[in-house]
């Protein structure tokens, strides 16, 4: 049940006959599904919703469930009857005893009145145990089940804080902190704040179960009385399973932990841009606080169906290989996947340098990855220009398993701000593999119940819901994107795994580095036979789709061709010309780092290789041609580059001059 069900649950607790109520108005519905169904259909007007109750319901429950209908929560109804039901029930809980703590003890007359209340929360008299205890400065605490009543100064004092906190966070730049604190101290109003109060049974390894706190909801947050907070990650009949978001070294069985009826999140905006935060947003650069503008929680319902668009803007990676045979779309989510040491972060990383000047913003998630690896990584960027536009979320191998698992949601949760403003993000999980061991620590620590390879049974659920989140969203909710890249590591080359097989089938396509081919020097070592990108020409430019034409095929017969004829001497000039032209291919398919081909210079060496331009060449000679043909073209013809820039398109007369430019150059250079 959600948090707002408990709300309206709590709204009418204290109104009488109120369960009644609602079983005679559900009997209603239940007789008359149409009703139940007419009164939570969006698409129908308010004011009919409300005759429809005027004429149906008893007069009693009319408007609350107006209320609903304004509010557009009438599908909480049922929910709301059994959240009212569990109320009921807690608040006639046998509690034989209530405990006082005071500084100064109560009088005859405040002592009755505190009795009465009781009386009326519990439903019986309850027998009060008095404690004096002095730290609390002056007022009293409440304690009655797992409730307890703060009316002491201790707890003025850090309402006001929390108070004083919110204002300053919140405030505009030019507004003086001491007229902030003057105004928050003339208005603030002491609240006897009622908490649910849960005392710790077990603590370790980053985990704490909790007994006494009912009403928790999946994924709130709980915080600890040394200042600790924590996560509600298991619901169970007598007890809560917490993960904690630091170390569990003050905690101690018995310690106390208080409700906060929030979902965990963490702060967005602009101010994240080029720099490094940890998985709740707490920067880790040193460069001071980040001004944000807005909070997001990190689990989010994906866009629905109707929210999305189709995969039509390509993303565009730098590297010939894979947006000439695997292209990527803005809105996709391509897996990269392949041994430990085959440039998979090295593809990401190219990735990320090519989106400059492209009003394109990537968010990086380190997960598992050792700090030295993220601060090279860090360098790159920085070096390349990259770092303005890139988000650092950093849960290193030395962080507890908690962080590491919720740091993709917390980077998923930073991209869909400027999704949801309009504009295009990267975002790239390195890697998803370490993220589900963390998992299965934390749910191993739960004593849930192991299942393949020991991961539990809901670890597909664990990254289809964060991956559905990318998509191409309509304008009408924010005409943004996110991009995905997850990264899986293989054990030798196994795609058969747990893991692998799962992301696969969440993905829409996958890029497959293979050992073999990186240790042969090809770079990066993209398989072609096994990669696919299932948007596919779609989320191509015209250009690209042109230049790029029979590449893979051409490629597939170079590797068949290959494997026949390496033992034979005597070859046809048919078959020869084939397998130079193969050979050549590979050849061009050789990227450097850091050096992300533009899409006219991809377009001009794929025109230039299907004129059969480098077949001729030796292989050793190819990437200094190719490095001085792209730097003919961009001395000589920038014409046909920004007529390639402008159109996106590849016509028969820029085809004919690219291939001719190339052969007067091929002559020249030789």
Excluded at 119 to 143: N, R
Excluded at 397 to 403: E, Q, W
Aim: proline fraction near 3%; hydrophobic fraction near 40%.
């Amino acid at each position: 049940m959600t948090e707002k069900s408990y709300a309206y649950a709590r709204d009418l607790q204290n109104q009488p006959e109120a369960m009644n109520l609602l079983q005679s108005a559900a009997s209603i519905i239940e007789a008359v599904p149409a009703i139940g169904e007419e009164l939570s259909d969006p698409t129908v007007a308010i004011a009919k919703k409300h005759i429809v109750i005027d004429r149906i319901f008893p007069l009693e429950i009319r408007n609350f469930l107006k209320l609903l209908c304004d509010n557009g929560d009438f599908d909480l109804f049922n929910e709301i009857g059994q959240a009212l039901r569990q109320a009921m029930e807690t608040k006639s809980v046998d509690v034989d005893k209530a405990k006082l703590r005071f500084v100064t003890a109560p009088s005859d007359e405040q002592l009755a009145g505190i009795k009465n209340f009781l009386k009326k929360e519990c439903g019986k008299d309850i027998e009060v145990e008095l404690i004096q205890d002095s730290t609390l400065k002056s007022g009293f605490i409440l304690s009655v089940g797992t409730k307890e009543y703060d009316w002491s100064e201790k707890g003025r004092i850090e309402q006001l804080a929390t108070k004083i906190n919110a204002a300053v966070g919140t405030s505009a730049v030019d507004e003086s902190i001491l007229s902030i604190l003057k105004a928050s101290v003339e208005d603030f109003e002491l609240q006897a704040r009622e908490q649910e109060v849960g005392l710790v049974k077990w603590v370790g390894d980053g985990i704490a179960n909790i007994d006494g706190i009912d009403h928790a909801f999946y994924g709130e947050i709980v915080i600890f009385d040394c200042g600790v907070k924590g996560m509600v990650q298991d619901v169970r009949k007598d007890e809560i399973g917490v993960i904690l978001f630091g170390r569990d070294t003050q905690i101690k069985e018995g310690s106390k932990v208080v409700r906060t009826g929030k979902m965990a999140g963490l702060p967005v905006g602009e101010g994240f841009l080029g720099r490094i935060v940890d998985a709740l947003g707490s920067p880790l650069d040193g460069k001071g606080e980040i001004k944000a503008d807005g909070f997001r929680p990190v689990e989010c319902p994906a866009p629905s169906i109707v929210d999305r668009k189709s995969v039509t803007v390509p993303m565009e990676t730098g590297i010939l290989s894979i947006d000439s045979m695997f292209p990527i779309g803005r809105g996709q989510r391509e897996l990269i996947i392949g041994d430990r040491q085959t440039g998979k972060t090295s593809i990401a990383t190219d990735t990320i340098i090519n989106q400059k000047g492209k009003d394109v913003i990537c968010v990086y998630v380190a997960i598992g990855q050792k700090a030295s690896t993220i601060a090279k990584l860090v360098n790159t960027l920085k070096e390349n220009g990259a770092l303005d536009y890139t988000i650092i979320v950093s849960a290193t191998a030395s962080d507890p398993a908690p962080l590491q698992y919720i740091a993709p949601y917390a980077g998923t949760a930073l991209a869909e701000y400027f999704m949801y403003s309009g504009k295009d993000v990267l975002i790239i999980y390195d890697d998803l593999s370490k993220h589900a061991v963390a998992y299965r620590a934390i749910s191993l620590l739960l004593e849930r119940s192991p299942g393949r390879e020991a991961y539990p049974g809901d670890v597909f659920y664990l990254h289809s819901r964060l991956l559905e989140r990318s998509a191409r969203i309509t304008d009408e909710v924010g005409g943004g994107s996110i991009t995905a890249l997850p990264i899986i590591e293989t054990q030798a080359g196994d795609l058969s795994a747990y893991i692998p097989t799962n992301v696969i089938s969440i993905t829409d396509g996958q890029i497959f580095l293979e050992s073999e081919l990186f240790n042969a020097g090809q770079r990066p070592a993209v398989n072609v036979g096994l990669s696919v990108s299932r948007v596919g020409g779609a989320a191509q430019t015209k250009a690209m789709k042109k230049a790029a034409g029979s590449i893979r095929i051409d490629l597939a017969q170079y590797r068949e061709m290959e494997v026949f004829t390496q033992f034979s001497s005597d070859l046809d000039d048919a078959t020869k010309k084939q397998l130079a032209h193969g050979r050549s291919l590979m050849e061009l398919l050789k990227q450097p780092l850091s050096s992300p081909f533009s899409m006219a210079e991809q377009v001009i060496i794929l025109v230039a290789a299907n004129a059969h331009i480098f077949s001729d060449l030796d292989s050793s000679s190819i990437q200094e041609f190719r490095r001085s043909l792209l730097d003919y073209f961009a001395a000589e013809h920038k014409d046909i580059i920004s007529q390639l820039n402008s159109t996106k398109d590849l016509s028969d007369d820029i085809k004919e001059a690219i291939v001719a430019a190339a052969q007067e150059f091929k002559k020249n250079w030789e």
